[in-house]
């Protein structure tokens, strides 16, 4: 990364730099400068000047991916990082053997979830918008820079007590019957890693018979028959190198060493924020001086200091009142009386005070997602940033014709959101021109995508095989984002 002045210094310099002089006057004028480059060249200053005060004021560098070895306390081990991407695209771990960690965070869109609603188990192997199958509750969420969370999941329900994934030293929190149990291991992406296996929907399937902890004792038992396995790890594991039993936490390990390698997060902003001014367009630099102001409020949510690791979210859930979505498929049980209904973080919590709510999501690489929210209710990042503004306009325009068929029925009920919506999407007076909102997707998009999340960049990553010899899912990268605008 190029070396870069102070900010404050930095933007002193862009004032006195674009509005020097030159030193004989003549027909430019008094200054020396034509008045039309003059004028252009203050309004860049301007721009620049306000935008990198905001960048300094919310604590953002533009330098957390270079800090993940001084975070994890070491390098990356490449080689059990090469055994998780493996586990990773290996339906071995799927007790039905249908399904991999790739099937609902493919490569080909970016680790997100190629459908608005997962589609897990009794899939047809496919990862893209033909996926066929019953639809789960939510859509996945993408596991890029997921290593730089506090907490993860749509309702934040698996957390580090600490408020940093790398640190177990007060425990990592889950959900019964997991509670504090998996605060051994190093990383919250170690932990999270073993609950996809054991959920019914995703990856274990309606038939076997087992607890949470014999299910995942038989996928272990399964990856340590296979010797391409066995030796892998042996070579990284001193314990299975002296004959000891390969078990889930050894497969937790790689799946989280593998995702530290999944960091993106060398955005336009990034190197903006180090000092390349020409890395963000005008309108991206309006709409990110618009992000900061009171008028669009996106930063009473989505910031970057401290515990964030500069992944513009508090990682704190509020209700958004994002419609209701329900498929006329599906393998899940959702709420309300009608069933159509997904009752947010009161799932886990159990008080009716957290109803509806959901985490505020993390804005990074948000372009290469084919749909936004939990649900996946927007296809057009536009139209989330709307609803954020505007959710009671939002709701009454939502229809799901952009949808998948079988996300296209009747949804659940709005209203009940709205009587508990989060203070800021009650605010009155919040209009935004249609400028204002190009301008502020221009930012939040592109402006935060890093190019090495983008799909083609990922695709070298998905093996030719897996040692298993289960298939590996058939990744469409021919897919074509829906119209926005």
Known sequence: MRSTLPLPILAAALGAGLL?????????????????VESVGSVGAELDRQLMLELQMSGFTGRIEERLSEMLGRPVDNRLAEIGRLLFFDPI???????????????????????????GVENNGVVGPTRSGPHNLRRAPSVINAALYPNLMWEGRFAAGSLSPFDNSLGFVFPEPEGDDLS???????????TPV???????????????????????????????????????FPDI???????????????????????????????????DTAALTEDQKRGGILFYE????????????????????????????????VPTVTNADFDGPARNEDFGLERVTGDPADRYKFRTTPLRNLVYSPSLMHNGAFVCLEDAIRHHIDPIGSLEAYKTDHLPSTLQGPMGPFEPMLDRLHTIGRQPDRHLTDE????????VGPGLSDPDAAPDALRYLIPASVPSGLPVHDFDFAIVPPPCG
């Open 184 to 194: 051994f291991m190093d990383h919250l992406l170690g932990a999270q890693a073993f």
């Open 241 to 275: 190198e002296a004959g000891g039993a390969l078990t889930y936490a050894h497969i937790g390990s790689a799946i989280a060493e593998f995702g530290f390698t999944l960091v993106r997060a060398d955005a336009p902003v990034d190197r903006y924020a180090r000092g």
């Open 294 to 325: 009171p008028l669009a409020s996106c930063t009473e949510c989505h910031i970057t200091a401290g515990f964030t690791n500069e992944m513009f979210s508090d990682f704190e859930s509020r209700v958004l009142a994002v419609p209701q979505v």
């Open 93 to 119: 771990l799927s007790i039905t053997q249908d399904n991999s960690c790739s099937g609902c965070h493919g490569p080909n869109v970016s680790f997100n979830d190629s459908q608005p609603i997962s589609i």
């Open 20 to 36: 020097t002089a030159c030193s004989d006057g003549g027909p430019l004028g008094t200054t020396g400068v034509d008045p039309v």
């Open 436 to 443: 204002q909102y190009r301008q502020l997707t221009a930012f």
């Open 198 to 236: 054991v959920a019914r929907m995703e990856m274990t399937g309606f038939d076997f018979v087992g607890t949470n902890d014999e299910i995942r004792a038989e996928i272990a038992a399964r990856v340590d028959a296979i010797p391409e396995y066995r030796s892998r790890f042996a070579e990284v």
